[in-house]
């Protein structure tokens, strides 16, 4: 047996997805950009997919545009917006301490550009007070950008409160939901967002493709220069493939997310209840107002590198934070703008997964960690000194 928990990392294609993209490969290879009845063909196959992807998030499919992936989808909202608010003499974007680094690199980009960058502090549970987003907001505010739930922590941010800020104040509003769709009911007109993006791998669809929603107000700025593909703000001829592959597995990942969520959150609260009576734990990010199969933990006393390697050797797979940062040995940025010491930072552990986990495989987690985690403390010396009042607990 082996136990997958890492689903935040990526995704198993789900069989839909892979019949898809096999199908499309070997069927429908024309250029959509051609005029002959091939290249028509999968013209009609794109426009389907671009149709599928709207109705999944409530968007009209003219908003819809195919990206590599998330990051790509981030670095372009946040340039057009930026862009389109300095035409107007507006240069402020206003962030949280918790995003993706896809977002924190490309603010830091465009503050080198001149624009001045606001990042707003979470609160203790992870999650964003909509107020301090108001605070924060001048005359010069052209965008707010606030991911729609953690990658790391899994917690759900408000984001129709966010939204509907920035609609009274004419303000752009972006949300990186790449951990989110799929998993969370999102529509986007009623949650007043104005650009969104996603990632395919995250929802048992394909790698290396994603979406960019941008409504009609928001002019797009070219990152690829070319063709005229997505209405000439993406050039380069589509991945047929696996965008039409990507949103069979939305529209699977969206249908009855409501059930599958429910049965997601019970496993959930079993794996934080269970792991919580391991002595100078704590759970990472509010306990309810989370991703369903979202669950992150420190441990004081323990490297969270050792911790992986050991559960793996039990045939876990799991993480201690996001997979992009992975090969850092700098803590998470994430744990310390909650308020985690960095000796505490290092021993984190995050396991996700779906309604598809058992019972038994959960309650195996369990056993598994707390065994771990006391053969960790049992060799460390840091722990001894903890343990003989030597050095304080922090936990």
């Not at 707010?144 to 899994?154: K, Q, R, S, Y």
């Not at 369903?292 to 441990?299: E, H, I, Q, R, T």
């Not at 308020?339 to 309650?363: C, Q, W, Y």
Request: glycine residues 8%; charged residues 25%; contains cysteine.
């Amino acid at each position: 047996m082996y136990i997958y928990a890492d689903w935040a990392a990526t995704t198993p294609m789900s069989r839909t997805a892979i019949n898809t993209m096999n199908d499309i490969m070997e069927n429908v290879y024309g250029n959509p950009s051609s005029l002959h009845s091939i290249g028509q063909k999968a013209a009609e196959y794109l426009l389907q997919a671009r149709i599928d992807a709207a109705n999944a998030i409530g968007a009209d499919f003219k908003e819809i545009y195919f990206t590599s992936g998330g990051s790509e989808a981030d670095n372009q909202a946040l340039v057009s917006a930026a862009r389109f608010g300095k035409i107007r003499g507006k240069t402020q974007i206003i962030s949280t301490t918790i995003e993706h680094h896809a977002i924190l690199h490309t603010l830091n980009k465009l503050e080198k550009e001149g624009f001045e960058v606001t990042l707003v502090d979470v609160e203790p549970n992870g999650i964003v007070d909509p107020e301090k987003i108001r605070a924060a907001i001048s005359e010069k505010t052209a965008l707010v950008t606030v991911m729609f739930a953690n990658n790391e922590i899994g917690t759900i941010q408000p984001i129709r409160a966010i939204g509907e800020i920035c609609h009274e104040n004419n303000i752009i509003f972006h949300t990186d939901a790449v951990q989110a769709v799929g998993h969370v009911p999102i529509n986007v007109k009623d949650l007043k967002i104005d650009m969104l993006s996603l990632s395919a791998h995250k929802f048992q669809g394909p790698k290396g493709v994603g979406i960019l929603y941008a409504n009609k107000k928001v002019p797009l700025t070219n990152l690829i220069e070319g063709g005229a593909q997505e209405r000439g703000k993406r050039a380069g001829t589509e991945n047929l493939a696996a965008i039409v592959s990507m949103t069979a597995a939305l529209k699977e990942a969206v249908a009855e997310i409501d059930e599958r969520a429910a049965k997601t959150t019970v496993l959930r609260d079993r794996l934080i209840q269970g792991l919580s009576e391991i002595e100078h734990s704590i759970l990472n990010g509010d306990a309810k107002k989370r991703l369903p199969g979202n669950v992150n933990f420190c441990f004081e006393g323990i490297e969270g590198e050792s911790l992986l390697l050991l559960l793996d050797h039990k045939h876990i797979a799991a993480s201690s934070g996001s997979a992009c940062t992975s090969g850092s040995l700098d803590p998470s940025h994430v744990l310390l703008a909650i308020g985690r010491p960095h000796e505490v930072a290092h021993g984190s552990l995050r396991l996700t997964f779906t309604e598809k986990m058992t019972e038994e495989e959960i309650d195996y987690i369990i056993k598994s960690t707390k065994e771990v985690v006391e053969y960790l403390r049992g060799m460390s010396p840091v722990w001894d000194e903890l343990q003989k009042g030597e050095l304080q607990h922090v936990i």
